[in-house]
């Protein structure tokens, strides 16, 4: 009980808010307790496609949003659902279809977090939308590349 009410320390329970009513503009406000209603298998797909995570990081970062004792046991499960393991640094990533399920206004999301997967998603959709196989964003286009170099 102690350590629960410690990792739930930065995310207030919504029990506590019921001395004053809650406004919607209140509820958006505050994204730990708008991500902390949401799906469990949804917080971890939308932590995965921000970067990848070890199992141990991912648990203390889905903790620090205050995750429910009975789905910490369910982590393991659900990663083989939703993410690729990497052997070499024993790490999860996002499956590549998994992408296109993604809220970009997700509330758990910073404004930079808003920015990066912006950043990501480019990347991910960049090669199907050009048959060149270019993936980088900062690449020439084939029509630069192709071309003789100019004196």
């Not at 990792?7 to 506590?16: F, I, L, R």
């Not at 199992?55 to 429910?68: F, N, S, T, Y």
Request: aromatic share 6%; net charge positive.
């Amino acid at each position: 009980d102690v350590r629960r009410t410690e990792s739930n320390a930065s995310c207030p329970a919504p029990e506590k808010k019921r001395t004053k009513p809650m406004k919607p503009a209140e509820s958006e406000g505050n994204p730990c307790s708008a991500v902390y209603r949401r799906p469990y298998r949804d917080r971890v797909i939308h932590l995965l496609a921000l970067r990848t995570y070890k199992k141990p990081e991912l648990l203390a970062r889905l903790q620090r949003d205050g995750v429910m004792q009975k789905d910490k046991g369910t982590l393991g499960k659900m990663l083989q659902q939703v993410a690729n393991w990497n052997p070499k640094d024993n790490s999860f990533s996002l499956k590549e279809h998994l992408f296109q399920t993604l809220q970009t206004d997700w509330p758990g999301y910073s404004k930079t977090d808003r920015e990066n997967l912006k950043l990501i998603l480019s990347r991910k959709t960049a090669p199907s939308q050009n048959p060149t196989g270019g993936s980088q964003a900062t690449s020439p286009g084939p029509s630069e590349r192709d071309a003789p170099a100019r004196p």
